[in-house]
């Protein structure tokens, strides 16, 4: 692994305990509509771009379409909501793999499906409710974000863009992820992938990664960015 000159790092699920704030969200727009929808059902989409997996549930609930505006609005404004008012812990290892990462002397960027005003508020909120001794601020070169790309995840749109403001290639690169469409999408750029599963994203198929670790703790413990 001694190649490995950067670390690209998804945000939620991954450095951020934040899928039960998006369930939260979801549910509270489906309220609205006088729908119920299962849990398991809304875990199927983690890792994908909100308007893709509003799209997917609305068609399985025949939800008319012309609503999808509304209904994206409303769990946009309600996940904001929660990021801004609920403190956000870090995932187990997230701290620990950040740190090493550094002290490795990796390049280091953030790849999420979130949009930028979600993502840069969930680091914000990282920072002040957890003493990490870690300045989120200026720890990643480069942060890709949802609206920053036409395709999402699973589509290598995103890292393909990391890789770019990197100028670095491919085999030089490691991803960590938690979903299924986050391992499509970075093996998809060429990239050599670490699934990291979470209780949200037990059940995603996660064949196509290099290797499944059970937790961040791993990469520092096992010398995987050695």
Do not use: W
């Not at 951020?16 to 369930?23: I, K, P, R, S």
């Not at 012309?66 to 309600?78: G, L, T």
């Not at 979470?198 to 995987?224: C, Q, Y």
């Amino acid at each position: 692994m001694s190649n490995i000159h950067a670390v690209l790092f998804d945000l939620d699920g991954l450095i951020a305990d934040t899928e039960g704030l998006h369930v939260t969200a979801y549910r509270e727009a489906f309220d609205t509509f006088g729908m119920t929808v299962s849990e398991e059902e809304m875990y199927r989409g983690m890792g994908v771009s909100t308007r893709e997996n509003v799209e997917r549930l609305m068609k399985d609930h025949n939800i008319p379409f012309e609503k999808k505006d509304e209904f994206i609005r409303i769990r946009y404004e309600a996940y904001f909501r929660l990021v801004k008012s609920e403190p956000v812990s870090f995932m187990d290892g997230a701290v620990e793999c950040l740190k090493y990462a550094k002290e490795k002397g990796v390049r280091r960027g953030l790849v999420t499906s979130s949009i930028r005003k979600h993502g840069e508020a969930v680091l914000a909120n990282l920072q002040s409710h957890n003493d990490s001794g870690i300045l989120l601020d200026r720890y990643f070169e480069i942060r890709v974000f949802g609206d920053d790309i036409k395709k999402s995840k699973p589509e290598p749109e995103i890292y393909l863009k990391a890789l770019a403001r990197l100028s670095i290639r491919p085999e030089h690169c490691v991803a960590l992820e938690d979903s299924e469409a986050g391992v499509i999408s970075a093996k998809a750029a060429g990239i050599r992938v670490f699934a990291v599963p979470n209780r949200h994203t037990l059940n995603h198929r996660f064949d196509m990664a290099d290797e499944v670790l059970r937790s961040l703790l791993e990469i520092p413990k096992r010398g995987l960015l050695d």
